[in-house]
T-cell receptor
Framework: NAGVMQNPRHLVRRRGQEARLRCSPMKGHSHVYWYRQLPEEGLKFMVYLQKENIIDESGMPKERFSAEFPKEGPSILRIQQVVRGDSAAYFCASSPSTRAYRTDTQYFGPGTRLTVL | QKEVEQNSGPLSVPEGAIASLNCTYS??????FFWYRQYSGKSPELIMS????GDKEDGRFTAQLNKASQYVSLLIRDSQPSDSATYLC????????????FGSGTKLNVKP
């Protein structure tokens, strides 16, 4: 299965702990996007990354949140000192290229459901 | 003004009817347009993409694009209860930054 993979699928953290969410893009895809979705709400863009570069982080909260997409390995969304308001579904999507926008489409992973106790 | 706007619904249609979902976008330079379906508790799933004015058909789904009026629509013919989901409209401006803008989604209920 060459789809977008995310792990863990469910993550429970206590307030003040750190959450690390992982995303492996589809094979051949070099662009990764992270979204957050609160219950009964739409997708909120967080960050867009290419390998070793953050392209657009305009949707990331200024504090406690960070993202990376290293040369080797999955993309990581890191939330430090989690609070109850961080409880949400976090989706990762990937796409193949920047220039060929006519063939670009974002494909979503299954998501990570974060619950902060 | 939001980049992409959708009526949140819910839109209720009887089984077998045509469901019509609409979406408007604010930036005229937008280049590519997508419809995703999201079942409750699941991730978004791509249904259709459209790039040119006019209609694009795929099975029971037809996407319509009108760039002059800046709207995109999705028609679902012969609606089935399994079509009940939230439908997300997404727009790609096609500039150097491959960023998608999503609407908040329209919830569709197809009643048996």
């Amino acid at each position: 299965n060459a789809g977008v993979m995310q792990n863990p699928r469910h993550l429970v953290r206590r307030r003040g702990q750190e959450a690390r969410l992982r995303c492996s893009p589809m094979k051949g895809h070099s662009h990764v996007y992270w979204y957050r979705q609160l219950p009964e709400e739409g997708l909120k863009f967080m960050v867009y990354l290419q390998k070793e570069n953050i392209i657009d982080e305009s949707g990331m909260p200024k504090e406690r949140f960070s993202a990376e997409f290293p040369k080797e390995g999955p993309s990581i969304l890191r939330i430090q000192q989690v609070v109850r308001g961080d409880s949400a579904a976090y989706f990762c999507a990937s796409s193949p290229s920047t220039r060929a926008y006519r063939t670009d489409t974002q494909y979503f992973g299954p998501g990570t459901r974060l619950t902060v106790l | 003004q939001k980049e992409v706007e959708q009526n949140s619904g819910p839109l209720s249609v009887p089984e077998g009817a045509i469901a019509s979902l609409n979406c408007t976008y604010s930036d005229r330079v937008s280049q590519s347009f997508f419809w995703y379906r999201q079942y409750s508790g699941k991730s978004p799933e791509l249904i259709m993409s459209i790039y040119s004015n006019g209609d694009k058909e795929d099975g029971r789904f037809t996407a319509q694009l009108n760039k002059a009026s800046q709207y995109v629509s999705l028609l679902i013919r012969d609606s089935q209860p399994s079509d009940s989901a939230t439908y997300l409209c997404a727009v790609n401006k096609g500039n150097n930054f491959n960023k998608f803008y999503f609407g908040s989604g329209t919830k569709l209920n197809v009643k048996p």
